[in-house]
């Protein structure tokens, strides 16, 4: 049984969702860790190489702490989040949000899509997606920045009976 919070526990007793089978959890975003570490890295170079050590205090002290830590902040919400997979249906979790929290009964289908971008016989990109229909007609899309997706929309497909 894996561990869930408290208000998670909550919802999953509300929507009569069982126990938590397992948890899917998210990766760090790479654009968002790019621009959170580019001053510091911008800021040791004009130290270096530019022979200018106050601007390239004035990044480090001014610039990249506030980058720094909504970078933090966004990516503890981020890792906090994932896919609960229960008994009786599974709970998408944003930080201390839970946007869905569905049944089995409310799956209609899961489908796992996966596209390779090759530029000149050499792969430049990999983009996969998950996506959920529901009953009602709305539609959950998880995108890759969930670590073995397709493990998950085997185990979400599996279980849905869809």
């Known amino acids: 049984m894996t561990p869930t919070p408290a208000r998670l526990q909550a919802k999953a007793a509300e ?9 899917y959890r998210r990766r760090p975003g790479l654009t968002g860790t790019f621009f959170a570490f580019a001053p510091l890295a911008g800021g040791i170079l004009i130290g270096t190489l530019g022979g200018d050590p106050v601007k390239a205090l004035g990044v480090v002290l001014f610039l990249w702490p506030p980058l720094f830590l909504a970078w933090c902040y966004s990516t503890r919400k981020r890792l906090d989040g994932g896919i609960y997979v229960f008994t009786g249906g599974f709970a998408e979790v944003h930080g201390r949000k839970i946007p869905h929290a569905i049944t089995w009964a409310e799956v209609r289908a899961v489908r796992y899509k996966s596209v390779e971008h090759w530029l000149n016989f050499i792969p430049v990109a990999y983009v996969a997606k998950c996506t959920i229909e529901l009953r009602d007609g ?7 920045s969930y670590r073995k997706l397709e493990r998950l ?5 599996r279980r849905s009976g869809a």
């Open 153 to 157: 929309a085997e185990d979400l497909h």
């Open 138 to 144: 709305g539609v959950i899309e998880l995108d890759g």
């Open 15 to 23: 929507h009569d969702l069982g126990d938590c089978v397992t948890r």
